[in-house]
């Protein structure tokens, strides 16, 4: 296996976007591959992750992308996970150039939701849940991980200043970055006062719909010999599954697959949790964040409900969780989800996060969830 | 790179489908586990292709597929290439095996489009084309087939039999298939009597939509020690693009992502065309089938177009194609199809093909293509 590297990472600024998904991921993707300092025609494969391509009547868009950036014999291939569909095609790209089948490798997550109402996108996104069990008979998102804070909550005494602690965290992070959708901090009073949406979980609880793009480019080893900025090792790249249907599970309390991928993640990066400076996780709600230090190994059960009250969780604390701002305050264009966490740890590593910089960052963990953890991946990323 | 493996192969019956694409996926991908021989934990991973599962309201199916057959924490990914969807997981798969990052794999290729009306179908599956400049004005892909086979036409003199024979050789050959859509044969003069779809192209030069599941295991050489038939080798596994819209193509006599798939698909296997006793290649359209053998470089441009009225692609001609019917009658289950082409090579191959059976093949070629032509995969597949 080879080593393999990010060579590029950036994304557009999430939120509402006037652009259709094919427009923003060719943009980002070709500022990613200016970026790496290759010819366009040095990647072997583009790896596309784009879940709700289907509302702007667009499927199979890698090639329309390719042919953007001006290579249309390239292949492309979409890949779908969910809300982890592009940490999945960072993934493929990953086996496709340590294995030595490509030299270097686009990634590209792109989404575009917010011409759709709310109710439409809770419905579509509900669809990665398990439908006939789930959806349709009322589950949608925010009431599936509500069942997990409820269950949490039962099992350890969690206040509802913990859940807010995560949200108030996780904007004042997003305030700092000019890549977030919500750049605005929020108080404590704002949290608590904010509308419930499903019991234990309030509006502030809740990450919004956003539109974004993110792009990466995965290279072997030195075959990108002039990337603007410095490369990034991947240590790490491991997915797991899960049971879908919360209904099915032994237990409320974690999600089985970021278990398995970050056990997996550790043994392939011969590296334990201590070894990791700051971490991007999938925090869709506060709940998931603290259920993902957790199931990483950061913390033990029941552990991660006052880290962020705190402090150890914020940018400058002992672990930094987040510093972007999170699915919470980033936003969550879904498809660049993922991407966009490596983004993060690529501009941090680089010193380009500017005030929201976390200092001393050798290693940095990113973490993705499709669904309530039916797919996670875990990536970990080291300075050379 | 290891050498890699088909270890087993098996269909339901095209055709509509009263089961979800869940439950005919986990169906199909149980029994091709249990044809391998291999304990489903010895599964690294799961490659998914299903195009349409939005009309399910079923996203991100695979972890419940994984769920069924009893590997819930097994990774699964969904992979997107339009009507090249299955074939693109195949080649993810391989990728996967043969460098080393898992030993077997398995690939499952499902659709479920006949509980929609037509226009419905017709109208999702034309979402493959470039949307605002194709479809958005009325383009749907028997029109942007049409144009492919009008411009043949107006380049080479090409008398309505020509296509017919296509569609009558290739009902013949699903007459024979167990697994086929349509099981059953028609003559020249149904062909020349049926209605006028999109000029030149009749009613019977046009594949159905259909339902349809297909799995595939594949595995590194000797990695499934007790299959129940004789493993494949995968000699070449190749994947191309090109611009999707054919307005901004410099030609339409003939899809150039066929083109650069197969020129890397037999530099792959170090093999010419002249070694490939049979074809499975992608005929959505008859004028489909004729591109693609001359685009593979088994005819002459303008040399494939009396191939099937002088014999010459029969199940017992020089070169047999398509023996399973085809999409044409065998039918084309989008995410299933690509998979399914494999499936015939492997019965073929085995001897499991029956009536339908073409004697005297070591090696044979599946040619899968994603709108018209946008994507490509070209797999060659030999006996051990």
Same mark, same amino acid.
């Given at each position: 296996?080879?080593?393999?590297?990010?060579?590029?990472?950036?994304?557009?600024?999430?939120?509402?976007?006037?652009?259709?998904?094919?427009?923003?991921?060719?943009?980002?993707?070709?500022?990613?591959?200016?970026?790496?300092?290759?010819?366009?025609?040095?990647?072997?494969?583009?790896?596309?992750?784009?879940?709700?391509?289907?509302?702007?009547?667009?499927?199979?868009?890698?090639?329309?992308?390719?042919?953007?950036?001006?290579?249309?014999?390239?292949?492309?291939?979409?890949?779908?996970?969910?809300?982890?569909?592009?940490?999945?095609?960072?993934?493929?790209?990953?086996?496709?150039?340590?294995?030595?089948?490509?030299?270097?490798?686009?990634?590209?997550?792109?989404?575009?939701?917010?011409?759709?109402?709310?109710?439409?996108?809770?419905?579509?996104?509900?669809?990665?849940?398990?439908?006939?069990?789930?959806?349709?008979?009322?589950?949608?998102?925010?009431?599936?991980?509500?069942?997990?804070?409820?269950?949490?909550?039962?099992?350890?005494?969690?206040? =509802?200043?913990?859940?807010?602690?995560?949200?108030?965290?996780?904007?004042?992070?997003?305030?700092?970055?000019?890549?977030?959708?919500?750049?605005?901090?929020?108080?404590?009073?704002?949290?608590?006062?904010?509308?419930?949406?499903?019991?234990?979980?309030?509006?502030?609880?809740?990450?919004?719909?956003?539109?974004?793009?993110?792009?990466?480019?995965?290279?072997?080893?030195?075959?990108?010999?002039?990337?603007?900025?410095?490369?990034?090792?991947?240590?790490?790249?491991?997915?797991?599954?899960?049971?879908?249907?919360?209904?099915?599970?032994?237990?409320?309390?974690?999600?089985?697959?970021?278990?398995?991928?970050?056990?997996?993640?550790?043994?392939?990066?011969?590296?334990? =949790?201590?070894?990791?400076?700051?971490?991007?996780?999938?925090?869709?709600?506060?709940?998931?964040?603290?259920?993902?230090?957790?199931?990483?190994?950061?913390? =033990?059960?029941?552990?991660?409900?006052?880290?962020?009250?705190?402090?150890?969780?914020?940018?400058?604390?002992?672990?930094?969780?987040?510093?972007?701002?999170?699915?919470?305050?980033?936003?969550?264009?879904?498809?660049?989800?993922?991407?966009?966490?490596?983004?993060?740890?690529?501009?941090?590593?680089?010193?380009?996060?500017?005030?929201?910089?976390?200092?001393?960052?050798?290693?940095?963990?990113?973490?993705?969830?499709?669904?309530?953890?039916?797919?996670?991946?875990?990536?970990?990323?080291?300075?050379?």
């Amino acid at each position: 296996m080879r080593e393999t590297w990010v060579v590029a990472a950036t994304s557009n600024r999430f939120g509402r976007s006037t652009e259709s998904a094919r427009e923003s991921a060719t943009r980002v993707a070709r500022e990613a591959i200016e970026q790496s300092g290759l010819d366009p025609k040095a990647i072997g494969q583009t790896f596309v992750a784009n879940c709700l391509g289907f509302a702007e009547h667009q499927a199979h868009v890698g090639p329309l992308i390719n042919n953007g950036l001006g290579i249309p014999d390239v292949p492309s291939v979409t890949v779908e996970s969910a809300c982890s569909s592009s940490s999945a095609a960072l993934h493929e790209a990953f086996v496709h150039v340590a294995g030595g089948f490509v030299d270097a490798a686009l990634v590209v997550g792109v989404e575009r939701v917010m011409q759709m109402d709310s109710l439409k996108a809770t419905s579509y996104f509900a669809d990665a849940a398990d439908y006939p069990f789930e959806t349709r008979n009322g589950a949608t998102f925010p009431g599936l991980y509500a069942t997990l804070a409820a269950a949490y909550a039962a099992k350890y005494p969690t206040r =509802p200043e913990m859940f807010g602690a995560v949200a108030v965290k996780n904007h004042a992070n997003a305030a700092r970055n000019p890549h977030a959708h919500f750049q605005k901090e929020i108080s404590m009073e704002t949290y608590l006062s904010s509308p419930m949406i499903a019991s234990p979980l309030r509006l502030y609880d809740c990450c919004p719909f956003s539109d974004g793009a993110a792009a990466l480019v995965i290279a072997a080893k030195e075959a990108s010999p002039r990337p603007r900025h410095e490369p990034l090792v991947v240590r790490a790249s491991a997915r797991a599954g899960a049971v879908t249907a919360l209904q099915d599970r032994p237990t409320l309390l974690g999600l089985p697959s970021t278990r398995v991928a970050a056990e997996k993640a550790f043994r392939q990066a011969r590296l334990e =949790p201590r070894a990791i400076d700051f971490l991007e996780v999938h925090d869709c709600f506060t709940i998931a964040e603290m259920l993902a230090l957790e199931d990483l190994g950061f913390f =033990p059960p029941g552990g991660a409900k006052d880290a962020a009250l705190e402090g150890v969780t914020q940018r400058d604390g002992k672990l930094p969780v987040n510093p972007s701002g999170g699915l919470k305050a980033k936003g969550h264009p879904v498809g660049a989800t993922g991407a966009g966490q490596v983004v993060e740890i690529f501009e941090q590593m680089n010193g380009l996060a500017g005030t929201r910089g976390v200092p001393h960052a050798e290693t940095a963990l990113a973490h993705n969830v499709g669904a309530t953890g039916g797919s996670c991946s875990v990536h970990i990323l080291s300075r050379r």
